[in-house]
């Protein structure tokens, strides 16, 4: 049976040049982890706290030595000895050193770095892939233990919002092939589209740039604007609309929420949240739109319930900054039906063990899970492994652009090719 033998964190940077946690644990064995985590910048008020050293001589604050420190010199020392296969033990051990409801004192940050990094060593140790041994650890807490299917992409390919060029209030405009395509096929008709939009983008002379998850950020007037850009890019590309694909949308409302209203460019005066829920109508009736995500602020329950009372026969209604991966704010949640699906962010709840629970809670309430990255990401593709060794329906990843994207991509499609 191996053993821990050595924890140590670095600071490395993220795609956004900001320094993250990377951490690496070593077993007796001779068997390794390293796992590094990403950052949010539309980040939910309930989430697990990302310790920053506010040093503004370094990086502006954003720096990480604190949490790097209380990798290597607080939950180290802690660690030695365990059984990596303990995942549960040892993420409880780091909870208890925090002592924090919300990981504020050790930061959320060093402590996923670690809690993922053990898991990899211990899959290393054990010779199975990370995916199979993210089932195995799933099946112990109650989940079904496939880890047979590929997740259905998807893909981000207009950014607005705080990821954008400032012209969009929407956040995310995703486009999501039919979940019956094989894993491969469903990437390509994404990639597909994503070409077909740039061309659209460039007929149009509203290219730009692209923004923090690799999706185009034009210069558009209008959100529905954006909408008009994609359906003409799928079916320039050949695609059926609401057969071969679908869309979604990350609206993220916390950022257009105003004073007495939300706030859209598509028109002058301010939206209530019943005006919003009929405006979400109509989105979802012009355009094939099968999931909305944050459609609302996380504390504006009155109109999450409204739309999920209204549409969550239809769609799939994402708690993302509303549920910030927290088991009091799911438990909410579900028992006022305030949506149907859930953004899982391990990084928003700070371990592993933590993750995997909140799955089964979701699960339980008949929930769909959607395992996601975060804007800043790194090369670390931890998360794919997670997603299908958890099951998961959806994931949510970005354009198929940039390094840090494309990871997360191409180790679903290596897995994929373990599967035949
Ligand atoms: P974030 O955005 O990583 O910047 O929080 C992702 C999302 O809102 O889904
Ligand atoms: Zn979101």
């Known amino acids: 049976m191996a053993k821990v033998t050595k924890v140590g964190a670095r600071e490395i940077l993220d795609s956004r040049g900001n320094p993250t946690v990377e951490t690496t644990v070593l077993l007796s064995d001779g068997s390794w982890g390293v796992s590094s985590v990403p950052s949010g910048i539309s980040v939910g008020k309930y989430e697990a706290v990302e310790?920053?050293?506010?040093?503004?001589?370094?990086?502006?604050?954003?720096?990480?030595?604190?949490?790097?420190?209380?990798?290597?010199?607080?939950?180290?020392?802690?660690?030695?000895?365990?059984?990596?296969?303990?995942?549960?033990?040892?993420?409880?051990?780091?909870?208890?050193?925090?002592?924090?409801?919300?990981?504020?004192?050790?930061?959320?940050?060093?402590?996923?770095?670690?809690?993922?990094?053990?898991?990899?060593?211990?899959?290393?140790?054990?010779?199975?892939?990370?995916?199979?041994?993210?089932?195995?650890?799933?099946?112990?807490?109650?989940?079904?233990?496939t880890a047979s299917r590929i997740p259905t992409p998807m893909l981000n390919i207009?950014?607005?919002?705080?990821?954008?060029?400032?012209?969009?209030?929407?956040?995310?405009?995703?486009?999501?092939?039919?979940?019956?395509?094989?894993?491969?096929?469903?990437?390509h008709m994404g990639v597909v589209i994503y070409n077909a939009l740039r061309d659209v983008l460039i007929f149009r002379n509203a290219i730009h740039s692209i923004g923090d998850e690799g999706g185009f950020a034009p210069n558009l007037f209008t959100n529905?604007?954006?909408?008009e850009v994609i359906v003409e890019a799928a079916k320039a590309s050949g695609a059926r609309l609401g057969y071969d694909v679908f869309f979604g949308l990350d609206a993220a409302a916390s950022y257009f929420?105003?004073?007495?209203?939300?706030?859209?460019?598509?028109?002058?005066?301010?939206?209530?949240?019943?005006?919003?829920?009929?405006?979400y109508k109509t989105l979802v009736s012009t355009y094939q739109i099968l999931v909305l995500e944050d459609a609302f602020e996380e504390d504006d329950?009155?109109?999450?319930?409204?739309?999920?009372?209204?549409?969550?026969?239809?769609?799939?209604?994402?708690?993302?900054?509303?549920?910030?991966?927290?088991?009091?704010?799911?438990?909410?949640?579900?028992?006022?039906?305030?949506?149907?699906?859930?953004?899982?962010?391990?990084?928003?709840?700070?371990?592993?063990?933590?993750?995997?629970?909140?799955?089964?809670q979701a699960r339980q309430a008949n929930f769909r899970i959607i395992?996601?990255?975060?804007?800043?990401?790194t090369n670390d593709s931890f998360i794919a492994d997670f997603a299908v060794g958890v099951s998961a329906d959806y994931i949510k990843f970005g354009a198929p652009a940039r390094g840090e994207r494309v990871a997360k991509y191409n180790r679903l499609l290596e897995i994929e090719q373990s599967f035949v």
């Open 51 to 145: 310790l920053r050293d506010r040093d503004p001589n370094r990086f502006g604050g954003l720096g990480v030595l604190k949490a790097v420190g209380n990798v290597n010199m607080v939950i180290a020392p802690k660690l030695l000895g365990f059984d990596p296969i303990k995942q549960k033990e040892i993420d409880m051990v780091m909870m208890g050193l925090d002592g924090t409801e919300n990981k504020g004192k050790l930061g959320a940050n060093a402590i996923l770095s670690v809690s993922q990094a053990v898991c990899k060593a211990a899959s290393m140790s054990l010779r199975t892939g990370l995916f199979q041994y993210i089932g195995k650890l799933a099946g112990e807490y109650g989940l079904t233990n």
């Open 158 to 187: 207009v950014n607005g919002g705080k990821h954008g060029a400032g012209n969009l209030d929407f956040q995310e405009f995703m486009v999501i092939p039919s979940s019956n395509k094989k894993f491969s096929d469903a990437l």
């Open 224 to 227: 529905s604007e954006a909408f």
């Open 257 to 279: 929420k105003k004073m007495g209203g939300y706030q859209l460019k598509d028109r002058p005066q301010l939206f209530s949240t019943d005006q919003l829920v009929d405006y």
């Open 301 to 360: 329950w009155e109109g999450w319930v409204k739309l999920t009372r209204e549409l969550s026969d239809k769609l799939l209604i994402v708690g993302d900054d509303l549920l910030a991966t927290n088991k009091s704010r799911l438990t909410r949640a579900i028992s006022e039906k305030a949506a149907n699906a859930i953004l899982v962010k391990p990084n928003q709840i700070g371990t592993v063990s933590e993750t995997l629970a909140l799955i089964k």
């Open 371 to 377: 395992v996601s990255h975060r804007s800043g990401e």
